[in-house]
Structures are given as structure tokens and as C-alpha cells.
T-cell receptor, first 112, second 114 residues
Framework: GQSLEQPSEVTAVEGAIVQINCTYQTSGFYGLSWYQQHDGGAPTFLSYNALDGLEETGRFSSFLSRSDSYGYLLLQELQMKDSASYFC?????????????FGTGTRLLVSP | SQTIHQWPATLVQPVGSPLSLECTVE??????LYWYRQAAGRGLQLLFYSVGIGQISSEVPQNLSASRPQDRQFILSSKKLLLSDSGFYLC?????????????FGEGSRLTVL
């Protein structure tokens, strides 16, 4: 099976930078995705890394190291609205990569 | 543009009653479709996924079932609900193939079984 590990909770203050880590174990790899979910809402896609390195999208960046089976989501210039849960996810090779497996999620709390 | 809708948004059902949640996708053809469940404060558990009409893969043995009667319609059902079926149910779609890790989620259906 596939498994992903994330810290359960991270706290930070407005304007700061925070990094949310994700380590994964999978028998085959086809990219690491990140999702954001506000309380009571549906997850929304943030980023996708298929190759090693850093992908930047505005205040959010995502990094991948395939040799370390590790990635992280970097949030800069934190705002109160960034308080949410963040999930990393990989596609499951046992299903022809049709199925997306999610990590347990990291709850980010941004304080003033 | 593509859109996904699921309903109802909220429902409260007694134990032993039936369930039907419906999800439709517009603006795309032959999508992969998914049903996830999320317990309060927890992660996303995949229940079913479908790569085509009538093709359903079940991830968790339970009293729920799914059907895909049309290309862009996905239905989650139960004949008799259990207390443990309470949760936030999310329908999602992705393009067929495995180009990216992007899933598009519906607004969710919050089910409370009493």
C-alpha cells in the first residue's frame, strides 16, 4: 500500500513563513500533490510536483525530493486566511495511478 | 469550464434508513469519479472510484455502494445507514489518464446519522 506522513498541527504568526513536510512510501511514484481545506469546505488543489525541485505559485511553493521520498509545502507572508488543513497526496500505482491517496493532513493555525 | 455538483448539502437520517447522494460533472467527458468520506478532524478516506460507466472499484467493504449510470453521474447509496456512516462525503473528478495529481471536489454532503 501507499502511506504518507505529515505533522498533525503547525502554528505560526501572520507574516511569517511556514513549512509543512510530507514523507511518503509508495511502490511506484507519479508525483506529489498538495491540497488546502478550510473548515467545513471541500479540498482545493494547490500544487503538483512530478520532478525534483521547487515549484512556485505566488505565496505558496512546493518542493520534492524523489530520492528522499520527501516533499514540503512552503507558505510565505502568512495571512489569517491561510489557517486551514493541508494534505499531501500521491497516486496509487496498484490502481494504474487512477486512485489518489491522501496523507492525514496538517492543521495550520495562523495567529495575529 | 468544468463544474461539479453534489447534493444534498446536508442531511440528517435515522439509523436503518436508506441513503442516496448524487454527483454530476459538467464540461468534460469520460472523467474519473471518486467518492471520499471524511470524519470530523480527520483525513480523506477513498470509498469508491470509477474510470467509466458501470465500472466501480470499492476500497472499503461496508454497507455503502456506488453506481455510475451515466458518464458524468456518480451516486453513493446505502440500504440501511449505520451510526458510523456519519461524516462529510465528497465527490471528486479528474481527467482520465494520470497527467497530474489534480482532483476537483464538489461542495460536499454532510451526513449525520442519529
Amino acid at each position: 500500500g501507499q502511506s504518507l506522513e505529515q505533522p498533525s498541527e503547525v502554528t505560526a504568526v501572520e507574516g511569517a513563513i511556514v513549512q509543512i513536510n510530507c514523507t511518503y512510501q509508495t511502490s511506484g511514484f507519479y508525483g506529489l500533490s498538495w491540497y488546502q481545506q478550510h473548515d467545513g469546505g471541500a479540498p482545493t488543489f494547490l500544487s503538483y510536483n512530478a520532478l525534483d525541485g521547487l515549484e512556485e505559485t505566488g505565496r505558496f511553493s512546493s518542493f520534492l525530493s524523489r530520492s528522499d521520498s520527501y516533499g514540503y509545502l512552503l507558505l510565505q507572508e502568512l495571512q489569517m486566511k491561510d489557517s486551514a488543513s493541508y494534505f499531501c497526496a500521491v497516486r496509487d500505482p496498484d490502481t494504474g495511478f487512477q486512485k489518489l491517496v491522501f496523507g492525514t493532513g496538517t492543521r495550520l493555525l495562523v495567529s495575529p | 469550464s468544468q463544474t461539479i455538483h453534489q447534493w444534498p448539502a446536508t442531511l440528517v437520517q435515522p439509523v436503518g434508513s436508506p441513503l442516496s447522494l448524487e454527483c454530476t460533472v459538467e464540461g468534460t467527458s469520460n472523467p474519473n469519479l471518486y467518492w471520499y468520506r471524511q470524519a470530523a478532524g480527520r483525513g480523506l478516506q477513498l470509498l469508491f472510484y470509477s474510470v467509466g460507466i458501470g465500472q466501480i472499484s470499492s476500497e472499503v467493504p461496508q454497507n455503502l455502494s456506488a453506481s455510475r449510470p451515466q458518464d458524468r453521474q456518480f451516486i453513493l447509496s446505502s440500504k440501511k445507514l449505520l451510526l458510523s456512516d456519519s461524516g462529510f462525503y465528497l465527490c471528486a473528478w479528474s481527467g482520465s489518464g494520470r497527467a497530474t495529481g489534480e482532483l476537483f471536489f464538489g461542495e460536499g454532503s454532510r451526513l449525520t446519522v442519529l
